[in-house]
């Protein structure tokens, strides 16, 4: 009794139904699989006889019999199938209403032990069901909901830097919702800012498929990233004529741009030549191009300014410099670097905030240290000024200990100061900076510093060399007597 029971709680407790999977559910392996098992559970409730009472459903069948449950399930079936077909019937009238079938195999012969039958009858009338099932209408599984997230991805209120961020990190995104030409201009800007090629290329190729092609070009002409992409882009692609056409109007565009900008060499008034600079910065140049031309335009008017205070000072005989060194040429229309020179010759220790001031001019033209150095060096040399040349190298470090620090390198400090003909003493000062030992005697040798070149013998314990070069200075001398005390030092901490 414990054994049928168990059966029994097993039977009911067990489900024909199972949880959503992705696999296939028509394949037929599978459903002989389940056929079997529910016949041999079914056998083995089947051949239980000590289950004593009975139940009658109102059609007379036993509640709980094999027949029982198969017609509960075809029945149930049928009217699931009948009430879609219903609501399909409304919006089509070509779903027709589903026959119901009944199955011409009898289930008597399991209880009679022909196993192989019935095996064969539970399996034919499974897939009679599948069947009736499949035809008409699909069961499709439960579609499993996406987060909200990913319903961001297929969003038309995205903005153009928002579109260019999610390229950038790969997601889907449609472009189709920029029809403006400006929504479509300010995307393109957006891609360039953001500097990713693969970006600025997938926009370029929305352009080009959506604007004309006189418009793009027009537009591509004051953008010059966009411009050289988009010319790399039509090389890959072999899109000759396209390219043609392209670099065709670039090239004719540039060249009436440079052509009127090269105007402003035949303008002699001064003032006229500002004005005309001023007017070409507006021109469809590159911005590293529009950028030079505006430093140009600067230029030129501050040259105006200090052209006109420095001629004033000059014929009133007021500055000490004028008297002393008269200028040569006027200032208008040098180079930057001609400029910067003049400046650190007449107007080196004026403030910042003039329009004359050195630092002024580093500042507002962002010279390199490298250049401002130099230009500075030689034009303080020039005039002699050694103690601008030792501040212009001294710095101090945040202990308050000074040193000495050359951007360029104190060979070549060296090299600009002998030509500004430099005393010896300074010579040697700045000779004694260069770390390499063998430039520092070389440039020691040559310039003739004497003690630079005693005293690296020194360090480098070189008798020979010491005594090779006592050969190469006057008798008597300094020189030499300092040579002959460093020897005899030498042979003492010998012995």
Known sequence: MSRARADEEEYWHSSKFRA?????????????????????????IVDDDDDDLERVSWSGEPVG?????????????????????????KGSSSYAAFPKQVSSYSLSSLFKGERESGFLCVTQFCLSLSALSDTGVKNYAPE??????????????????????????????????FRSL????????????????????AVLIFLKRTL?????????????VALCHLIHFLKETGEQKLLLDLLRLCFFSLSIQLSQYREHL??????????????????????????????????????????????????????????????????LNMPLVTTLFYSCFYHYTEAEGTFSSPTNLKK?????????????????AKLRAWDDVDALFTTKNWLGYTKKKAPIGFHRVVEILQRNSAPVQVLQEYVRLVEDVETRLNLATKYKCH????????????????????????????????????LNNMVRNTY
């Open 65 to 89: 019999s094999i027949s029982w449950s198969i017609k509960e399930t075809a029945s149930s079936s049928t009217s699931s199938l009948e009430s879609r077909d219903s609501s399909l019937q």
């Open 266 to 331: 035949n303008i002699q008034d001064v003032e006229k030549r500002r004005e005309f600079l001023k007017g070409c910065i507006g021109l469809p140049f590159s911005s590293e191009d529009t950028s030079h031309i505006q430093d140009h335009y600067t230029l030129l008017e501050r040259q105006i300014i200090i052209e006109a205070n420095d001629q004033h000072l000059e014929t009133a005989g007021q500055s000490e410099i004028f008297r002393k060194y008269p200028r040569k040429a006027s200032i």
């Open 451 to 486: 003690d630079v070149v005693i005293e690296t013998y020194r360090d480098l314990k070189d008798r020979i060399q010491l005594t090779a070069y006592k050969c190469k200075v006057e008798r008597g001398s300094a020189e030499e007597e300092k040579i002959n005390s460093i």
């Open 20 to 44: 959503f999977t992705f696999d296939d559910e028509d394949d037929e392996l599978s459903q002989l699989k389940e056929s079997k098992r529910a016949v041999n559970s079914l056998r083995d």
């Open 144 to 177: 499993l909901r996406r987060p909200k997230a990913e319903y961001k991805d297929y969003s038309n209120d995205w903005s153009p830097k928002d579109t260019v961020r999610r390229m950038q990190r790969g997601k889907v995104c449609s472009l189709e919702r």
């Open 182 to 201: 400006q929504d479509k201009l300010v995307l393109l800007d957006e891609a360039v800012a953001g500097h990713d090629g693969n970006v600025i290329t």
């Open 212 to 224: 004309r092609r006189e418009i793009l070009f027009r537009e591509l002409e004051v953008r010059q």
């Open 364 to 380: 507002t033209f962002k010279i390199p240290d490298k250049q401002y150095v130099l230009t500075a060096l030689a034009a303080r």
